[in-house]
């Protein structure tokens, strides 16, 4: 079928996301952990391996080219996959084998968080383009939040069934585990992508038109609604993911919280980030008709909120008052969750802005830039603590002063929303011009 995506499409593609969730929360979470706890490595070598699998996805744009110049997303999704669940199998290969040798492990590592990489990137970037130009306008919110909400349920899924499997711990356990669960994660895309995409017919000079990737991305960068929403995507990426790694940290340091305390102050947090995502959705749905500037709404809304939730933050530490902490970092998950969900629901719409035929490519320039922004931003704000920590001498004063230029950057991503507001409101009141035009001739 070629046709527009009902609601079993929308979640056929979501079991695509739960795969890819389930294989990569072991690589980033389960694996970093053995590898710091049980083999002893410093914490640094896992955050540079997660940290190279985020830089090989500056490739993000090239490879939603590919999917746009082949007319077809879904060799693209599968293939990415099949990449993806490879790396995350050798990755905990590599992870046993480190115990032994030191180079061997970390160098096949290495090699896997590429795999990784280059799998998480090519295979979601063609998914959510694939949304984009499939699915009808008046649906793309809640496709959004759908697979999204159903990558985390991957997340929550796999961590508790391979939490249970792993224990007693030994490398040989943990390669049979991951393998298993990147075989489930191949076998359930290739059912889900079953049948969604006939083999399309296309003109020769078409296809020949679409092979230049360079011009390609420059005509989407030239695009200024395109160009904006990168950087927006950039800077809010960048406050999220730099307020997001530190906030354990925080609680355990200033508040003298255990770790089984501050990992469920974590799941507060992204039960947050899941009742904002349903929320905006909600809203997105009841105001079908003004869904645009309803996104946007949320958008900058949601940012604004996570800036005051972040100040309100600073302020629960120096009252000292642990009461506080749970309700504002509910809220601020609650606020982080809406803004994603708002900023994931523009980029379906605004994928299809401007020229035909790109929507990979501009998928992919955002994509790129959400990777960038989270490969740096946990870097950056553990940095910026430590500097501040370092210069002040108390702690508490030290996470306040991060918390607070994460606010900032979360209020310059607000005008960033905005601006790209009020170029999507242009662009389509150009486009209803053109249609009316060409109506009357």
Wanted: aromatic residues 8%; hydrophobic residues 55%; proline residues 3%.
């Amino acid at each position: 079928m070629n046709g527009e995506l009902g609601w079993l499409g929308i979640l056929r593609l979501g079991l695509v996301q739960t795969a890819l969730g389930s294989v990569v929360v072991l690589t980033t979470s389960t694996l970093n952990r053995i590898m710091v706890v049980e083999i002893g490595l410093a914490a640094t070598i896992p955050g540079l391996l997660v940290g190279l699998h985020y830089a090989v996805q500056m490739l993000r744009p090239r490879w939603g080219y590919g999917s746009d110049a082949g007319g077809r997303r879904t060799p693209w999704i599968f293939g990415g996959m099949v990449t993806l669940a490879l790396g995350g199998f050798l990755a905990a290969v590599a992870t046993g084998l480190t115990a032994e040798n030191r180079v061997a492990g970390l160098s096949l590592a290495a090699f896997a968080f590429l795999l990784i990489g280059i799998g998480v990137g090519a295979s979601g970037t063609s998914l959510l383009a694939f949304l984009a130009s499939r699915v009808p306008e008046r649906r793309r919110a809640a496709a959004a939040t759908t697979v999204w909400v159903m990558m985390i349920a991957g997340f929550i899924v796999t961590t508790a069934v391979v939490g249970s499997l792993l224990d007693p711990y030994s490398p040989e356990r943990l390669a049979a585990v991951s393998g298993g669960v990147s075989l489930i994660a191949v076998a359930l895309t290739a059912v889900a992508l079953f049948g969604m995409e006939r083999v399309p017919a296309r003109a020769p000079e078409e296809r020949k038109e679409k092979l230049d990737f360079r011009a390609a991305l420059a005509e989407v960068w030239a695009e200024p609604q395109a160009r904006r929403f990168t950087i927006f995507v950039f800077v809010s990426m960048l406050a999220y993911n730099g307020q997001d790694l530190i906030l354990e940290p925080f609680a355990g340091i200033v508040f003298g919280l255990s770790p089984g305390e501050t990992t469920k102050l974590a799941g507060v947090q992204h039960g947050g980030v899941l009742a904002g995502m349903i929320l905006m959705s909600a809203a997105a749905t009841a105001f079908g008709k003004a869904k645009n500037r309803v996104l946007s709404a949320w958008m900058i809304g949601g940012c604004i909120a996570s800036a005051a939730l972040l100040v309100a933050l600073s302020a629960a530490a120096f009252m000292g008052d642990v009461r506080l902490l749970r309700p504002v970092v509910f809220l601020l998950g609650t606020a982080n969750g809406a803004f994603a969900a708002a900023a994931i629901a523009s980029m379906m719409a605004l994928a299809g802005d401007g020229r035909s035929g790109r929507e990979g490519t501009r998928m992919g320039l955002w994509g790129a830039a959400q990777a960038i922004a989270f490969g740096s931003g946990g870097l950056l704000g553990a940095v910026a603590a430590d500097l501040c920590r370092l210069f002040t001498k108390d702690a508490m004063t030290a996470y306040a002063i991060v918390f607070c230029i994460a606010a900032v950057l979360f209020l310059f991503a607000a005008t960033l929303a905005v601006r790209v507001g009020r170029d999507g409101a242009v662009a389509r009141a150009r486009a209803a011009d053109g249609v009316a035009v060409r109506a009357s001739t």
